[in-house]
Every structure is written in structure tokens, then in C-alpha cells.
């Protein structure tokens, strides 16, 4: 089994939908990143979490939001999905003292039409 | 300027070519160095790590850092069909929060 899963794998949504992915690890680790992955951009840091009660803002907050439901579950919203919100996001999980290694989960492709 | 620049790509090779992949970085409070693999329709995996000036070698793969020029290149000797994927650099600033910032990735195809 995968040590970090992702869902939905593919979502197609409307603007102006709120829309929730999803994220679960196995990998005991405390840490959980959001990222996004654009053409030509790279991969960006929406959200990251250190513990249960630690969120903070990456580089691209706007427009989104997390909730850090347990140890293993972090969970991205996008309140009002818009069109330039379309993209590759993914999940990454790190343990507290290896902050750089990130193990990835599988990616949600979202279409915001 | 990007904190990190990488070529695109496509690279296109035969297969047991040599392959070099490289970025370039600004900021020279940069201290460790990763290179990621992304398959199609999958999340990049950790292939490499450096911290340090000079080479590293596991297997086929080789990591060149050279930070008086802020200069990373990924090797591969004996390229394979296999290989073909996106290569993402991957840098971590040592102050309190790691954060990595990666390159955009260069895609390489193998052609067997």
C-alpha cells in the first residue's frame, strides 16, 4: 500500500465550488506540506503543518485553506474554486528532523472550468 | 530572477548516452542540495542529496555541486528507457523552516 494516498485522483469542478482534497499518510511522520505543480512554475508551497495544532502559509495561500484532522490527515479546501486554480497538487509528508527529505503522494489532477 | 532556474527540456537521448541535467541557484545561503524524479501521472521521489561541494555517487547516478559558481548537475551514465522522466533540483535554505524550492524540472526521454 502506498504510504501516502491522495483523493480524488482527477476532479473536475466548476467556478465558484468549494472543493476539498485529501490526504493521508502511513509514514508516522509530523510534518505535511500542500504544494501545487504548474507549467513552467515548478512545484510552489501552498500550506505546511509541523503538528496538529501548527499551520502555516506557504508562498501561494490565497484563495485556500487546510484543516490538520489528525497526525496523518491533512486536508486542502478551495473555498470559491476559479479557473487558475487548475493544477497538479500534491501532498508530501517529512519527519521533524529530515525537514528536506518530502515523500510525495500520487498527485490530484484539478480542473476548474 | 527565479531563486532557481532549470531548463525545461525535452532532452532527447539514445539509450546508454551520458545525460547531464543542471540548475543554477542565486541564493548562496543555499546549503542542501536534492535532486527529485517524477514519472508521468506520479509524485517526485527523492534520488539524491548533497550538502556539500563535489560529487556523490549511488549506482548510475552521479550529483555535482559546486557552489562558488551556485552550480548543481545531475549525471547519468547508461541512460535507459527507464530513466525517462522529469528531473526536479531541489534546494533547502538551512534557516529555522527547511523549505525546498525546487527547479520547474527538465524532462528527459530515453529513446531505446
Known amino acids: 500500500d502506498a504510504d501516502v494516498t491522495q483523493t480524488p485522483r482527477n476532479r473536475i469542478t466548476k467556478t465558484g465550488k468549494r472543493i476539498m482534497l485529501e490526504c493521508s499518510q502511513t509514514?508516522?511522520?509530523?510534518?505535511m506540506y500542500w504544494y501545487r505543480q504548474d507549467p513552467g512554475l515548478g512545484l510552489r508551497l501552498i500550506y505546511y503543518?509541523?503538528?496538529?495544532?501548527?499551520?502555516n502559509k506557504g508562498e501561494i495561500s490565497d484563495g485556500y485553506s487546510v484543516s490538520r484532522q489528525a497526525q496523518a490527515k491533512f486536508s486542502l479546501s478551495l473555498e470559491s474554486a476559479i479557473p487558475n486554480q487548475t493544477a497538479l497538487y500534491f501532498c508530501?509528508?517529512?519527519?521533524?528532523?529530515?525537514?528536506?527529505?518530502?515523500?510525495f503522494g500520487p498527485g490530484t489532477r484539478l480542473t476548474v472550468l | 530572477q527565479k531563486e532557481v532556474e532549470q531548463d525545461p527540456g525535452p532532452l532527447s537521448v539514445p539509450e546508454g548516452a551520458i545525460v547531464s541535467l543542471n540548475c543554477t541557484y542565486s541564493n548562496s545561503a543555499f546549503q542542501y542540495f536534492m535532486w527529485y524524479r517524477q514519472y508521468s501521472r506520479k509524485g517526485p521521489e527523492l534520488l539524491m542529496y548533497t550538502y556539500s561541494s563535489g560529487n556523490k555517487e549511488d549506482g548510475r547516478f552521479t550529483a555535482q555541486v559546486d557552489k562558488s559558481s551556485k552550480y548543481i548537475s545531475l549525471f547519468i551514465r547508461d541512460s535507459q528507457p527507464s530513466d525517462s522522466a522529469t528531473y526536479l533540483c531541489?534546494?533547502?535554505?538551512?534557516?529555522?523552516?527547511?523549505?525546498?524550492?525546487f527547479g520547474t524540472g527538465t524532462r528527459l526521454l530515453v529513446s531505446p
Open positions: 508530501a509528508t517529512s519527519l521533524t528532523v529530515s525537514t528536506d527529505t518530502q515523500y
Open positions: 503543518s509541523f503538528d496538529v495544532k501548527d499551520i
Open positions: 509514514k508516522g511522520h509530523d510534518r
Open positions: 531541489a534546494i533547502v535554505m538551512n534557516t529555522g523552516f527547511q523549505k525546498l524550492v
